[in-house]
């Protein structure tokens, strides 16, 4: 169907799909109070995809078209960003709507990507969408942090706790960094270290990722985040530290909620944590490395953490660090940000989806903003967002590279070591390296 097409409705058509969203939403989700203004299209990535946009979508809705939105595939293409919630002067939920039109569709049909990531983690006690089961899990975590006492120098006292009872934090991990990428656990490690944490790991419930969300299985959405919640609890903890992803922290931030998981624990995400050890001096990040080099910066500010949850609160945390890490004068902000940045196109499951070409097309817009900053490096702390970034420049040819938040601050507290700089471009691969001359001692002043 064409945009020009006409959409003939035959009389008495009433729209059940509508209404049954009506009914689950707080105030209805206000579906009845659009204006028709084209707010929520015209800052939309997703308008135009398969000749569909929020507006369209909705007033399809609205007039009962059940049978055309059942099935349609551009609810797999919209990320649930929440955008155009931000720009609608009436607050009209339309991802909430694009949630529940997910579900119309027979769970076996949803995206097999979304599909299968899910059920792994259904099946395993870790809740890794990647099928890691505990044992792995807690082999990669004894390996590498054991690598790391034995082969660099100052860290012989390095630990990653497992199942440590009575810490404070509870630590949940993405599966791909023990999967593909176990080098990136240590510049964390490192980071928590020197902060002085007391925090552990769960040999279950650690998978950060949640792709029940995505796939609009509110039942296995609320399996998955209890599973993890009750280990936290179990273990006597009293914060649920989220690492560097997104989607994983608003999952078990929403999901508490959505599905009424009685818990006192608190769900907290971990730049806002970086930046108050950086301002109580537990860290003390420099940015001397980059006075001559002048390497320019950005950052993805992620929607699940900024937008659809802890707000720009979280986003000037986020430049807080970054800025103390590379200097002020060499951060550039992508136009527009925080609450009203761009969604990448990483985050709704898309990257999972089987829709490359529509994700592609889709983060342009964000290709295009990166490139007008200017900047060398995308730093985001979402492993979503990281994912699309990166695979936007390969193809997209943008020469910029896409780094975790992790990375950033342990290099400029001097404790990233060689093998710890796989985002890292040239231009960085020997600068500040622990024991070389000119890189300053992470312990230094410290008993």
């Known amino acids: 169907m064409s945009e020009t097409e006409a959409i003939k409705i035959k009389n008495n058509r009433k729209s059940s799909f509508i209404q049954k969203v009506k009914d689950i939403l707080p105030e209805g989700g206000n579906l009845n109070l659009c204006l028709t203004c084209g707010a929520c299209a015209s800052g939309c990535p997703a308008t135009g995809l398969e000749n569909m946009d929020p507006r369209k979508f909705l007033r399809m809705a609205a007039l009962g078209l059940d049978d055309e939105i059942t099935g349609h595939p551009w609810v797999w293409m919209c990320s649930q960003c929440q955008r155009c919630i931000y720009v609608c002067p009436m607050a009209i939920n339309i991802p909430a709507l694009v949630y529940e039109a997910r579900q119309l569709w027979p769970r076996e049909e949803r995206p097999k990507g979304i599909l299968a990531s899910c059920d792994m983690a259904l099946r395993n006690d870790s809740c890794s969408a990647m099928g890691t089961p505990p044992d792995d899990f807690i082999f990669v975590v004894e390996d590498v942090s054991e690598e790391i006492r034995e082969d660099q120098p100052g860290w012989e006292n390095l630990q990653a706790p497992m199942d440590k009872e009575g810490a404070e934090f509870f630590l949940t991990q993405n599966s791909r960094e023990p999967v593909t990428e176990p080098e990136e656990m240590g510049p964390l490690w490192k980071i928590l270290h020197l902060a002085g944490v007391d925090w552990t790991y769960g040999s279950t419930g650690w998978g950060g990722e949640n792709y029940c ?30 690492t560097e992803c997104g989607h994983s922290t608003y999952s078990v931030w929403m999901g508490v909620q959505r599905h009424k998981i009685n818990t006192d624990l608190e769900i907290a995400p971990i730049v806002p944590y970086y930046a108050r050890w950086i301002r109580e001096g537990k860290l003390n990040p420099s940015s001397e490395w980059n006075k001559e080099l002048k390497i320019r910066f950005t950052c993805q500010d992620p929607c699940q953490q900024v937008r659809k949850s802890f707000g720009d609160p979280l986003a000037e945390d986020l430049r807080f660090v970054i800025k103390a890490c590379v200097g002020e004068e060499n951060f550039v902000d992508m136009t527009p940000n925080r609450s009203n940045n761009f969604c990448c196109g990483g985050g709704g499951g898309y990257l999972q989806s089987g829709y490359t070409e529509a994700r592609h097309q889709y983060g342009k817009i964000k290709f295009d903003q990166v490139m007008a900053t200017g900047a060398k490096y995308v730093v985001t702390p979402c492993h979503n967002c990281h994912a699309q970034i990166h695979d936007l420049e390969e193809h997209f040819e943008g020469g910029y590279h896409t780094i975790h938040l992790w990375t ?31 890189t300053p001692d992470p312990f230094a002043g410290r008993k």
């Open 213 to 242: 969300m995505f796939l609009a299985d509110d039942e296995s959405w609320k399996a998955t985040t209890e599973k993890s919640i009750r280990k936290a609890e179990s273990l006597g903890c009293k914060i649920y530290l989220n």
């Open 408 to 438: 950033l601050l342990a290099l400029s507290l001097g404790a990233l070591a060689e093998t710890e700089r796989v985002y890292l471009g040239p231009d960085l691969a020997e600068v500040w390296l622990p024991g070389e001359p000119g």
